[in-house]
T-cell receptor, first 113, second 112 residues
Framework: RKEVEQDPGPFNVPEGATVAFNCTYS??????FFWYRQDCRKEPKLLMS???SGNEDGRFTAQLNRASQYISLLIRDSKLSDSATYLC??????????????FGKGTHLIIQP | NAGVTQTPKFQVLKTGQSMTLQCAQD?????MSWYRQDPGMGLRLIHY???????DQGEVPNGYNVSRSTTEDFPLRLLSAAPSQTSVYFC???????????FGPGTRLLVL
């Protein structure tokens, strides 16, 4: 049973706009949270970790809400190159393998010129 | 530093054939994993290893075997290929819990 849920999209967003998407997780004991990015026909790559206090990396902001058990990703001033699938990743799932990671199915983002 | 490498990039098999997907990493990571990715299904864990000589099953292990004789290598064996195993296979490694997981470029497998 998948324990990380994401809206699959696609989110069609004009270039320059701000876009946000959420991810919910069911395991309240989860300790580590990440956003990965996957380009078409490529491997997933770490975009950013998500810290309890929230964190920012350039145009990207990640937030964690432990009470409601969700994490969010905000992209400001979106670029065409931001078009990709964004995977929410949470650890703490006993079935999550070596490092206990469980991947969401991803949210597909399309930035339109 | 090549990171995580996978071979082959593409493979076509006939039903019933066997093959081994190779995965190697040069980052001295203890943790390695195999995933398959299918449209609409996301990444699903097949097998994983927390160190040389130690392997365990993930979410979808049937039809696959793994071994971990060295820290660097983690091959995935398809015992008797079936069309349901048509997928993209990713190998990944990490330094441990909470570490960044690094993925290989993937192997695209078609079973006819």
């Amino acid at each position: 049973r998948k324990e990380v849920e994401q809206d699959p999209g696609p989110f069609n967003v004009p270039e320059g706009a701000t876009v946000a998407f959420n991810c919910t997780y069911s395991n309240s004991a989860s300790q580590s949270f990440f956003w990965y990015r996957q380009d078409c026909r490529k491997e997933p790559k770490l975009l950013m970790s998500v810290y309890s206090s929230g964190n920012e990396d350039g145009r990207f902001t990640a937030q964690l809400n432990r009470a409601s058990q969700y994490i969010s990703l905000l992209i400001r001033d979106s670029k065409l190159s931001d078009s990709a699938t964004y995977l929410c990743v949470v650890n703490g799932d006993p079935g999550g393998g070596a490092d206990g990671l469980t991947f969401g199915k991803g949210t597909h983002l399309i930035i339109q010129p | 530093n090549a990171g995580v490498t996978q071979t082959p990039k593409f493979q076509v098999l006939k039903t019933g054939q066997s093959m081994t997907l190779q995965c190697a990493q040069d980052m001295n990571h203890e943790y390695m994993s195999w995933y398959r990715q299918d449209p609409g299904m996301g990444l699903r864990l097949i097998h994983y290893s927390v160190g040389a000589g130690i392997t365990d099953q993930g979410e979808v292990p049937n039809g696959y075997n793994v071994s971990r004789s060295t820290t660097e290598d983690f091959p995935l064996r398809l015992l008797s290929a079936a069309p349901s195993q048509t997928s993209v296979y990713f190998c990944a490694s990490s330094s441990g819990a909470r570490g960044t997981q690094y993925f290989g470029p993937g192997t695209r497998l078609l079973v006819l």
